[in-house]
């Protein structure tokens, strides 16, 4: 029975301080604001480089899910996350010299079930990072 792996593409912002994430990265580095960042996971070991690949975050947007990996047949391999921020962007470091709670990512689990010839994707764990 195939597994698939997903990810709430809608991240929840934490500290006041952390950039907000921008979605699909469509210029160059040098164009990024102070207050913007990208983040992006992938697995198919593009980065932040390749606009059209992988699961492109959002702070503060409408949610969508993306299905990232998949086990059993015809599964795909590991995955890769990468972003950008602007040189300017300062960062509320606390006491450990660490963001915690940064960003909140939700991953998603499914499994398909064979019913009546056709597969029909349920949702199997839901699981906050």
């Known amino acids: 029975m195939p597994i698939t792996f997903g990810v709430d593409r809608l991240v929840n912002k934490g500290d006041a301080g952390l950039p907000s994430l921008m979605g699909v990265m469509k210029g160059g580095i040098a164009m990024i604001e102070p207050q913007e960042a990208y983040l992006k996971m992938s697995n198919d070991g593009s980065s932040f480089t390749s606009p059209h690949n992988g699961a492109w975050f959002f702070t503060e947007t409408e949610s969508q899910k993306e299905d990232l990996f998949l086990l059993g047949r015809g599964s795909r391999a590991d995955y890769y996350v990468s972003g950008a921020a602007s040189s300017a962007q300062s960062w509320p470091w606390d006491?450990?010299?660490?963001?915690?709670?940064?960003?909140?990512?939700?991953?998603?689990?499914?499994?398909?079930?064979?019913?009546?010839?056709?597969?029909?994707k349920k949702t199997y764990e839901i699981r906050e990072e």
């Not at 006491?95 to 029909?120: H, M, P, Q």
């Open 95 to 120: 006491a450990d010299n660490e963001v915690k709670d940064a960003y909140g990512i939700r991953f998603i689990a499914s499994v398909s079930e064979e019913d009546v010839g056709t597969y029909e």
